[in-house]
């Protein structure tokens, strides 16, 4: 049997609305500020910015489809950014050639990886084995894990990278910058993993409804073990992404990046509750706070202006996706 998706569908479905909404904010930039937003210097500097704080979104995506969240992605990105200059620091300089450099660049990315993927480890012991709530497992790992990043360095920043560290956050690969394809990439894999995969029907199962799932022979420590890996491992490429982006290392880099991330999964159409999110519902997301953003600057708009008109496009994309997620529960049939 074959499930015809009706014009109504997909004009309801939050998808499109925040794709309207991105649509709508660029067009209004752009008509503002010509010169300045539609030149190509800056949609250029916002390919380069919003990456960073793009992959800790999804991050906290996946965390949040379990209904849980993952308040330690800032704190694990600079622990793992700070293992890494040290690495670079310590082993590779600026003489060094480019091949053994580029070795070195690996290694340090290797244990990058390995810090978020540990890391993240932790955050699913602590909630799988140990039974915490997500959000006080994670706020506390996430002071462990600065801590750590503190006590590594001293509370300074960590420089003088050799020049191959550029490549991960301000080159670019046939014209297109490096941190943006990273993010287009890791969006993919995500979606795939949350709509194509076994893995990924549990973390939504377990997210709609946690006792069903429990009935249904789930081994739920185990997923939740892996969704906060995946999780640690998306923190751990965005923190090497500041790190190349600044040229340094520090425990307290991109801390505007938590709530930013958070904000990014909710305005995405991520239930809170777990349950329910599209990753292209969060980079639509992505899409309209960075046009927002750039938009806001150039037009000078203060601080308080800003985050004013941030709150209330946050609070009305939640009260219209919370009736739309209900509508598409309630309507919701498997495929026969």
Not at 176 to 203: D, S
């Amino acid at each position: 049997m074959t499930t015809r998706i009706s014009t109504r569908d997909v004009t309801t479905a939050p998808e499109f609305r925040l794709l309207v909404i991105a649509v709508f904010v660029f067009g209004l930039m752009a008509v503002l500020s010509p010169e300045r937003f539609l030149s190509t210097q800056n949609l250029t500097s916002m390919a380069f910015q919003f990456p960073e704080f793009a992959i800790l979104a999804l991050a906290m995506t996946i965390a949040m489809m379990t209904g849980g969240i993952d308040l330690s992605v800032v704190g694990v990105a600079n622990l793992s950014a700070v293992v890494a200059a040290i690495i670079l620091t310590q082993y590779s300089n600026a003489d060094m050639p480019a091949s053994q450099s580029a070795i070195w660049l690996a290694i340090a990315i290797a244990a990058a990886l390995c810090i978020g993927a540990t890391a993240g480890l932790v955050n699913g012991a602590l909630v799988a084995f140990f039974g915490l709530p997500p959000i006080l497992a994670t706020l506390g790992s996430g002071l462990v894990f600065t801590g750590f990043a503190i006590a590594m360095t001293g509370g300074s920043a960590v420089m003088g990278f050799p020049s191959t560290v550029a490549l991960i956050g301000n080159a670019t690969l046939f014209g297109i910058p490096v941190p943006l394809i990273l993010f287009a990439v890791l969006a993919v894999v995500l979606h795939l993993i949350l709509t194509r995969t076994a893995f990924g029907l549990r973390v939504t199962m377990y997210g709609a409804n946690p006792l069903a799932a429990l009935y249904a022979a789930i081994d739920i420590n185990r997923m939740l073990l892996k969704v906060y890996v995946i999780a640690g491992l998306f923190s751990s490429i965005a923190g090497l992404i500041v790190m190349s982006r600044a040229n340094s290392a520090k425990a307290d880099y991109g801390s505007s990046y938590l709530l930013l991330a958070v904000l990014i999964a909710v305005l995405g159409g991520v239930n809170p509750y777990g349950g329910y999110g599209r990753v292209i519902g969060v980079v639509l997301a992505v899409l309209s706070m960075q046009f927002l953003s750039s938009g806001l600057n150039m037009l000078q708009v203060s601080n308080f202006a800003r985050e004013l008109i941030w709150g209330a496009l946050l609070i009305l994309v939640m009260v219209i996706n919370t009736h739309a997620v209900t509508a598409l529960r309630g309507s919701f049939r498997p495929k026969t």
